[in-house]
Nanobody, 122 residues
Framework: QVQLVESGGGSVQAGGSLRLSCVAS?????MGWFRQAPGKEREGVAG???????SYADSVRGRFTISKDNAKNTLYLQMNSLQPEDTAMYYC???????????????????WGQGTQVTVSS
């Protein structure tokens, strides 16, 4: 049984930083961070393949950094220069074992965390 548990969300002012964490248990392949704001579609923010290849949405490239600590089975998202448009519920997701995925295609992800809220005020 795969479980993903996120933490690290909160409220910050524009220009601030937050770091999200996601502890994974079980066998998985790629991992990624997704976000969804009210009334908007889900967006694949950042993903990392099983081999460590990272990719980012244009909206966050240069501000967000995804990383993974394999020894701790933990995925991170360092978010800098946060803007009000980054306000959303952020979800950690993982792909099923023995499948290739980049971590940014929601349809390819087999497991999801419960989400953590990020609120950025101007």
């Amino acid at each position: 049984q795969v479980q993903l548990v996120e933490s690290g969300g909160g409220s910050v002012q524009a220009g601030g930083s937050l770091r999200l964490s996601c502890v994974a248990s079980g066998y998985i392949s790629c991992m990624g961070w997704f976000r969804q704001a009210p009334g908007k579609e889900r967006e694949g923010v950042a993903g990392i393949t099983k081999n460590g290849g990272a990719s980012y949405a244009d909206s966050v490239r240069g501000r967000f950094t995804i990383s993974k600590d394999n020894a701790k089975n933990t995925l991170y998202l360092q978010m800098n220069s946060l803007q009000p448009e980054d306000t959303a519920m952020y979800y950690c997701a993982a792909g099923r074992p023995f499948t290739y995925c980049t971590g940014r295609d929601g349809k390819a992800m087999g497991y999801w965390g419960q989400g953590t809220q990020v609120t950025v005020s101007s």
